[in-house]
């Protein structure tokens, strides 16, 4: 196992692997809990049309104070 400062690019690896919404989801999160919320914001707005996405996108603009 790696630190966790490896965390997200062994998440952004998975991803790219999976395409999994709600795995994209889960690492948007992940990159706003750790101060990254405009390269979360920036990555799920091509998504946006996806329910819940869409949703996470919000989240994300409102702690990035994009909302």
């Given at each position: 196992m790696g630190t966790t400062s490896e965390l997200p690019w062994y998440a952004s690896a998975r991803l790219?692997?999976?395409g999994h919404p709600m795995a994209l989801r889960t690492?948007?999160?992940l990159l706003t809990r750790h101060g990254r919320?405009?390269?979360a914001f920036t990555m799920l707005v091509p998504h946006?049309?996806?329910w819940a996405l869409a949703t996470a996108l919000v989240e994300v603009a409102a702690i990035a104070g994009r909302g």
């Open positions: 790219r692997l999976v690492y948007a999160r919320a405009g390269e946006a049309d996806d």
